[in-house]
């Protein structure tokens, strides 16, 4: 998008790209609202005592506090007892500059991020199969060339409109939309066939569906022999996957199944992508498997037009989890466990590889263990707000109570910045230059259009504030460009490589994909055409079977219950929930249900329901919709207070990823 600024106001247009082709959503077009809200933090805020209110103050005794108080909490519990938690929209360069200062000033291996909630299943499983994880390994103007598409668990139509334009391309080509989602979305409405399986079953259809394709005959075999290993194991495992079961578990009817076979095998190019609604649970990662699994019998990854994605979420969510704020990570994807790595990147931070952490822990077991006799008693956050989006949230909320010292960077008072010991009010998106790389993996520019307002300064700043009251090691310069810079170096050579990436490249192109290690060379596009980026170059398959969920339903807790997205709020909604024209538009929470099962709740629309699960319940206005599943119920987890989503979701993780179990627990639904 572009930025004008009309006298005093600053307006927010579309602009031409071939990503969003002129598109913006709602949540775009009213982005330049919150940048002079009457809610915008201008200073920082100190808590002088637990219990107390939190009362306005300058920087420097804002900053000294917490120095002093993670120097106490280091001295006390050594340096893993001060954590990170970073988030998925801060840009390239300040989730670079986040880990290195985790890593370098604070010496903790204890950072982790919100991106753990969002991509980290796919993310396991691409890496795993095909020994890197870009979300999308080519351009999003791709799905309008497939022939087939088949979306697992996406409701783009709500989610990122703007790709819609490229799903009309396709169905106008004659192309056929395939949507898997236990509810009837504004996505799947658009489509020529909907799934809509029990949530949580997404595995046993992936593996329905790779069983009728071998039975049909439409492996491609000279792709499995050329280009893959491990077929064999994946090939005895689907055979006894049959059709017949999946329809059983899922509800998806075995002729659905068969004729979703057939549209993606007998065409020429076919896209099978995969978003949080098959991602986010227990067994997340295999699921994806499963799906890459059918993708590479099927020979798709690295043909044009064809291939497996995963529609990455957050601004920054590709970048963001590229260098260095996930636990077991340094930048440019490089392992933290990895001697080679350690000893590139130290030397570019100017410190003894031996001075650099191991790996910390994914972000829930991170959030559970804080103020507890083995965790971290001091938390920094930046960018992410867990009361709100985290699993379990209530126990989540009193872990951060038991904190010793909780700081958070906001530009407003989430819900998390009120439970803080100190608020740090910081740069909004308008006012800071720096980079993002987007689900495609094109790093692009984010420019700054006026400066901050009096009082506020950038997270770049308040990172490098820190580390010189720290007495840090290294530099921590402020200027994006000078971190963008060390980023490229610090990235050389690693699996995601910026080295050739310039700003100036940037602009003089719509963009620079990476890998992209010479400044002179190509940058990438596509990926996969000819190897894999594995040590044998061929991309591996995993044999994986269908589990149920990690909470089955019972007498007492009958229901499945399954946690998304609305248009108009996005996310903890500490950022949409304050636009005027947002709250109109989606003013607060609900719990959809089918008619069927509000009638023999006897609940009417509009009437408040209580959703409750093991771990707590929430309360919001019934909303009643053929569209869902009549054993399943739906909420939104854009609101705090009573109508909580994540005061009702499962804590259970997936094994690899780390990944929540948001898409399914099992609940009872009363009246209130
Ligand atoms: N308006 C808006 N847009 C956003 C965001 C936002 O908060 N608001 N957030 C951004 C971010 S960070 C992300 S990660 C993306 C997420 O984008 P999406 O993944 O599209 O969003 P969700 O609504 O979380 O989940 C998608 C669908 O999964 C379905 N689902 C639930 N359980 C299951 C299941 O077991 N199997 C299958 N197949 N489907 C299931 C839900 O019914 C839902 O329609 O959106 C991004 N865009
Ligand atoms: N039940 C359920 N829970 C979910 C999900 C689900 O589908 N169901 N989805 C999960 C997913 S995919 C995600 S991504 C998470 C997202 O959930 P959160 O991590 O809570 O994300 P946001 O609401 O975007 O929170 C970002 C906070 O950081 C602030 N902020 C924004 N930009 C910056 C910046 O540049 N610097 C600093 N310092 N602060 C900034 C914002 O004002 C806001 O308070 O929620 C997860 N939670
Ligand atoms: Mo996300």
New binding site residues.
């Given amino acids: 998008m572009v930025l004008r600024q009309t006298g005093e106001r600053i307006e927010v247009a579309p602009r031409d790209f071939p990503t969003n082709r002129g598109g913006l ?1 709602q ?1 775009g077009w009213t982005a330049a609202d919150l940048l002079d809200h009457p809610d915008r933090l201008t200073t920082p805020l100190l808590r002088d005592r637990p219990g107390g209110e939190l009362r306005p103050a300058g920087w420097d005794e804002a900053l000294d506090r917490v120095a002093a108080g993670l120097r106490a909490v280091r001295e006390r519990h050594g340096p893993d007892a001060v954590a990170v938690f970073g988030g ?1 929209g801060l840009t390239n360069e300040k989730a670079y500059a986040l880990g290195k200062f985790a890593r370098v000033a604070l010496g903790t291996r204890h950072i982790d991020y919100n991106g753990r909630w ?2 980290s299943s796919a993310a396991a499983a691409g890496m795993r199969a095909f020994g890197l994880d870009r979300g999308l390994p080519f351009p999003l103007a791709d799905l309008g060339r497939a022939d087939t598409l088949l979306l ?5 139509a ?3 409109p703007p790709l819609m334009r490229h799903l009309a391309d396709q169905r106008e080509r004659g192309g056929r939309l395939i949507v ?4 009837l ?1 504004a ?1 799947a409405r658009q489509a020529d066939l909907h799934l809509q ?6 595995l046993a259809v992936a593996n329905a569906l790779l069983h009728i394709a071998l039975t049909e005959g439409w492996l491609d075999r000279a792709y499995v022999a050329d280009r893959t290993t491990g077929f064999d194991e994946v090939r005895r495992t689907v055979a006894g996957c049959w059709p017949a079961e999946a329809e059983r578990l899922s509800g998806v009817p075995v002729a659905d199944l068969e004729a979703t076979a057939r549209a993606l095998a007998t065409v020429d190019r076919a896209i099978i992508l995969t ?7 227990a067994k997340g990662v295999d699921t994806v498997t499963a799906f890459i699994n059918l993708a590479l019998a099927l020979g798709l990854p690295g043909r044009p037009g064809s291939g497996y994605g995963c ?4 601004g920054n ?1 590709q970048g963001g989890r590229e260098h260095g704020q996930k636990a077991d990570q340094l930048p440019g994807y490089r392992r933290i466990d990895d001697p080679a790595a350690r000893e590139h990147v130290a030397a570019v931070w100017g410190i003894d590889p031996a001075a650099l952490p191991g790996p910390g822990v994914p972000a829930y077991q991170l959030l559970d263990s804080l103020g507890t006799a083995h965790g971290p008693r001091a938390l920094l956050v930046f960018g992410s707000n867990p009361v709100v989006s985290a699993p379990r949230a209530a126990r989540v909320e009193s872990r951060l109570r038991d904190l010793d010292l909780l700081v958070v960077a906001d530009f407003l008072r989430s819900e998390t910045a009120e439970l803080a010991d100190v608020v740090l009010p910081v740069a909004q998106w308008a006012e800071e230059d720096g980079t993002m790389t987007n689900l495609e993996g094109r790093v692009l520019r984010r420019r700054a259009l006026r400066e901050p307002p009096p009082g506020v300064r950038t997270d770049l700043a308040v990172l490098a504030g820190l580390a010189a009251r720290l007495g840090a090691p290294g530099a921590f310069p402020t200027d994006p460009a000078a971190v963008f810079a060390e980023l490229r170096r610090a990235s050389a050579g690693g699996p995601a490589d910026y080295a050739g990436v310039s700003w100036d490249r940037i602009d003089a192109d719509t963009g620079v994909f990476w890998p992209c290690p010479d400044e002179d060379g190509p940058d990438s596009p596509r990926l996969f055409a000819d190897r894999f980026p594995t040590p044998d170059g061929r991309a591996r398959f995993r044999a994986v079977t269908h589990r149920p969920a990690a909470e089955p339903v019972c007498a007492d807790y009958p229901l499945h219950f ?10 903890s909604g500490a950022q ?1 929930r304050r636009i005027a024209a947002l709250r109109r538009a989606a003013p607060g929470g609900f719990v959809e249900l089918h008619p069927d099962l509000a009638g023999r709740l006897g609940v009417a629309d509009g009437e408040e329901v209580r959703v409750v699960s093991r771990r707590g319940e929430l309360r919001a206005p019934a909303r009643l919709s053929p569209a869902i599943r009549p054993d399943t119920v ?1 909420a ?1 987890f ?1 609101w705090p207070g009573a109508a909580r989503a994540n005061s009702v979701t499962n804590d259970a993780v997936d094994p690899v990823s780390g990944m929540p179990e ?3 627990c099992a609940v009872r639904v009363e009246k209130a």
């Fill in positions: 959503c949540k998925g969002c991509m697992v668990g996406a409701n783009p709500e989610t990122m898997v989602d236990p509810r979305t996505t399986p029990l949530p949580g079953t997404d978003a949080r609604g098959a991602e986010q649970h529609l990455t979420g957050q969510g399954t946690t998304g997205r609305v248009l108009a709020q996005y996310q949409t739906f939104p854009h948001f898409k399914i």
